[in-house]
Antibody, heavy 115, light 112 residues
Framework: EVHLVESGGGLVQPGRSLTLSCTAS????????LSWVRQAPGKGLEWVGF??????????EYAASVKGRFTISRDDSKNIAYLQMNSLKTEDTAVYYC???????WGRGRLVTVS | DIVMTQTPVSLSVTPGQPASISCRSS???????????LDWFLQRPGQSPQLLIY???NRFSGVPERFSGSGSGTDFTLEISRVEAEDIGVYYC?????????FGQGTKLEIK
């Protein structure tokens, strides 16, 4: 059975850094592009970025709002993807979900509070 | 960025009655491969989003047949033939044609 589980997160001060992990099970993460999507409290869904599978170069794409501050990486040997968030702002406060392309399975999400 | 606009913002439906949600994109979602990259998601209260429909009309595994998607070009519709209590939540459309993927603002479905 496919599962995605986010870990990390919590409360962090503005300007500081935080890293989220997304652990996959039930499938080979290496075969998939992995995306991060966030949801600010009481708001809608916002795509954050993704990392392509190695088949497609393992390259990354980011939303304009996080480009240059967030970095997505992957360790396919461990079936884990990461979202490193630097220079955090209060507006980055949200629940962060990892989801595999084509957005068919999602993790439960982790709350990141920047305050 | 492609703007996705959903209507209505909310709707209240009696169980057993149909429901319809519209989604309009600011440009065509038809790709050169002939596919249209428009998906629908349901986010139940306190849960993560779940995929209902992909590429306009394909139901994802396990999604009940009462859910159906239609549309082309820039106008799309999600229909629920007979609403059930478990269908409550917020419905989102999303385009995956062009970076960045963008979501509609959501439509909240409540039960009367």
């Amino acid at each position: 059975e496919v599962h995605l589980v986010e870990s990390g997160g919590g409360l962090v001060q503005p300007g500081r850094s935080l890293t989220l992990s997304c652990t996959a099970s039930g499938f080979n993460l290496e075969d998939y592009t992995l995306s991060w999507v966030r949801q600010a409290p009481g708001k809608g869904l916002e795509w954050v970025g993704f990392i392509r599978s190695q088949t497609y170069g393992g390259t990354t794409e980011y939303a304009a709002s996080v480009k240059g501050r967030f970095t997505i990486s992957r360790d396919d040997s461990k079936n884990i993807a990461y979202l490193q968030m630097n220079s955090l702002k209060t507006e980055d406060t949200a629940v962060y979900y990892c989801t595999r392309d084509p957005y068919d399975y999602w993790g439960r999400g982790r709350l990141v509070t920047v305050s | 960025d492609i703007v996705m606009t959903q209507t209505p913002v909310s709707l209240s439906v009696t169980p057993g009655q149909p429901a319809s949600i519209s989604c309009r994109s600011s440009q065509s979602l038809l790709y050169t491969d002939g596919k249209i990259y428009l998906d629908w998601f349901l986010q139940r209260p306190g849960q993560s989003p779940q995929l209902l429909i992909y590429e306009v009309f394909n139901r994802f595994s396990g999604v009940p047949e009462r859910f159906s998607g239609s549309g082309s070009g820039t106008d799309f519709t999600l229909e629920i033939s007979r609403v059930e209590a478990e269908d409550i939540g917020v419905y989102y459309c999303m385009q995956a044609l062009q970076l960045p993927p963008t979501f509609g603002q959501g439509t909240k479905l409540e039960i009367k």
